[in-house]
């Protein structure tokens, strides 16, 4: 059914989510990785790095604009992501932290690492 497959994919479906924890094959969350920022034009460039990234399958980049924070996962061979400083609209949101996680095979997430700006 076209309408539910558009329902689906603009409603719940929208945003990437990550598979649940699995503690039963492992339990034990990565360490937490090294995060750094450094300001471009009207961006902000998030790059990090992690101790054991072999044990690492995906990155969650959090950020916090206003009082709202939404999250982006990104691949194993990440390292860095451009976040914009501002949402735009009619009532901008200024970006106010950057979080980063590290995520295994396993779905355990490590502690967050957060950033104020």
Do not use: C, M
């Not at 989510?17 to 300001?39: D, F, H, I, M, R």
């Not at 101790?51 to 390292?79: C, M, Q, S």
Request: glycine share 6%.
């Amino acid at each position: 059914n076209p309408n539910l497959s558009a329902a689906l994919l603009e409603g719940i479906y929208k945003k990437q989510a990550l598979v649940p924890a699995s503690p039963w094959l492992g339990k034990n969350a990565p360490t937490q990785p090294t995060v750094t920022l450094s300001k471009e034009t009207d961006q902000v460039k998030v790059a990090w790095s992690h101790p054991d990234e072999a044990n690492v399958f995906h990155w969650v980049v959090y950020t916090k604009y206003g009082n709202n924070w939404t999250y982006t996962i990104l691949n194993r061979n990440d390292r860095s992501t451009l976040v914009k400083l501002s949402t735009g609209g009619k009532t901008p949101q200024e970006l106010k932290q950057v979080a980063v996680t590290a995520v295994d095979r396993n779905g355990n997430e490590s502690r967050l690492v957060v950033v104020s700006l």
